[in-house]
């Protein structure tokens, strides 16, 4: 599986599943309703609320339903560039590219009148449309001085101490699973960090996995003050990868 989008996976991960939707028979007369898993030419295959997976012919569907395949689905739909990191982003996109692709984006969107961009910049504009775990999270960025991508993180929002436990723990197993679907077996790996080892205004990673030539992908926990959050680090910077036992 190609290991760039991430999140595109999220489209069919159970932490993530998509949206469920009433499905129709061609004559209009039966409805089923269920989540859409995945398609070929002739027949779909729908995820009931059960969690049953159907496949129906689509000569047995209701027209504003293929419509909606055709649309959502389609056959010949965009491929994923190899060379992603996040989405459809790219280390080196331009401020103006990195603004297109997000305002395109099927994964990330924003409640931020664009008005206020030049203002406030992209960081933490844009959040995931689906929570990760129990949690959504925001990007932000680095850039270089040619005002080119250089660096991105995914970042939840800081929560209280006593939530570290019941919803940044869960999110993180959640994110662990995410990353090895995507880039496979991580370099570095460890537990999740404890609330202890955590100095105040510091990042402990406990995952590496390495981007194919591009980059890596950083995955732990950061706090501030009585604070703490989750981050996922992509970076072009060389780390070295050390086993955490």
């Known amino acids: 599986m190609p290991a760039r989008l991430l999140l595109i996976f999220l489209l069919a991960a159970t932490s993530l599943a998509a949206q469920s939707r009433a499905w129709k028979s061609a004559d209009g007369a039966r409805t089923m309703t269920g989540s859409f898993v995945n398609r070929n030419a002739t027949a779909v295959t729908i995820r009931t609320d059960a969690g049953q997976q159907i496949i129906i012919e689509l000569t047995k569907l209701h027209p504003d339903d293929v419509r ?61 449309r689906q929570k990760i ?61 404890e609330k202890s080892s955590l100095a105040d205004g510091t990042f402990m990673p406990s995952h590496l996995w390495n981007l194919d030539g591009v980059g890596v992908a950083l995955l732990g926990a950061a706090r501030d003050g009585k604070k703490y959050q989750l981050v996922v680090r992509f970076t072009q910077k060389k780390i070295k990868a050390v086993e955490i036992p």
């Open 68 to 128: 909606w395949l055709n649309t959502n689905h389609g056959l010949n739909g965009p491929q994923p560039d190899p060379a992603a990191v996040f989405d459809t982003l790219l280390f080196g996109d331009d401020r103006e590219t990195v603004e297109k692709k997000l305002k395109a984006s099927k994964i990330v969107e924003t409640t931020t009148d664009e008005t206020f961009f030049g203002r406030s910049g992209l960081n933490g504009i844009y959040f995931t």
């Open 133 to 193: 775990g129990k949690l959504k999270a925001s990007l932000f960025f680095n850039w270089t001085p040619e005002n080119t991508l250089s660096e991105l993180t995914l970042q939840t929002d800081f929560l209280p101490e006593n939530l570290y436990d019941t919803e940044l723990e869960p999110t993180w197993g959640a994110l662990v699973e995410l990353l090895s679907t995507l880039y496979g077996k991580p370099a570095q790996k460890g537990p999740m960090p």
